[in-house]
Structure formats: C-alpha cells, structure tokens
C-alpha cells in the first residue's frame, strides 16, 4: 500500500509563494500519476494538478491556477512537488496527494478530476494578510 507524507503548507500573504512536498513510500512513483487536490471546509475537493507517470510526463491544471502553480516529481526522492507562486485568498485549504497506480490522470476536459485510489493525510495552506 503507497504510503503518502505531504508537507510544506503554512499562512502566507496574498501574492506569496508556497512549494508543497508529497514524499512517497512503499511504491515506484516514477510509474505512477500523481496529483494535488484542495479541500475547503463546506465544498468539495478540487482537482489542482496532476502529472501522469514518467514515461508520458503529461501535465494538467485547474483553469483557476494555471500560469501560477507548477507540478514536478524528483523519482530519486520519490518526491512530487506543487510549487505555488503568486497566492491568492481562494488558494486557501487543504492540500492533498494522490495517486493512480495506473499512472494516468483522470480529467475532464483538461482539469484534473479529484479522483484517485491512495491519498496523504493533507496540509493546510493558508492565504490571508
């Protein structure tokens, strides 16, 4: 069973910058899909980003943080990170990983759907001056 440890959440002022870490354990990432949700309390998860597997290395965003965050993996450090650059207040909730042991993202369109079969316990992000 994929273990997930995410990382890196905190406050941050409007037009801050934040890079969340998803360590993973127990798995090969490289052949997995990797993505990044959000939770806000009373709403439902919001896909954010998602890579496919190495071999393809296909990205997706949310329309609402595109040209803002970035998600890359580190397959030596079984690592994926989402680096978050020009916050907004609506960018405030809980962030989680997670992956798709068939190491491709499900999407709609282009957005990546909050659909995956392991996740991490979440971070919170935070974005208020």
């Known amino acids: 069973q994929p273990q997930l440890m995410e990382s890196g959440g905190g406050l941050v002022q409007p037009g801050g910058s934040l890079r969340l870490s998803c360590v993973g354990s127990g798995f090969d990432s490289s052949i997995y899909a990797i993505g990044w949700v959000r939770q806000v309390p009373g709403n439902g998860r919001e896909g954010v980003a998602c890579?496919?597997?190495?071999?393809?290395?296909?990205?997706y965003y949310a329309d609402s943080v595109k040209g803002r965050f970035t998600i890359s993996r580190d397959n030596d450090k079984d690592t994926v990170y989402l680096q978050m650059n020009s916050l907004k207040p609506e960018d405030t909730g809980v962030y989680y990983c997670?992956?798709?042991?068939?190491?491709?993202?499900?999407?709609?369109?282009?957005?990546?759907?909050?659909?995956?079969?392991?996740w991490g316990q979440g971070t919170q992000v935070t974005v208020s001056s």
């Open positions: 997670g992956t798709d042991y068939r190491g491709r993202c499900i999407v709609v369109g282009d957005t990546p759907a909050p659909r995956y079969d392991n």
């Open positions: 890579m496919s597997k190495s071999a393809d290395g296909k990205t």
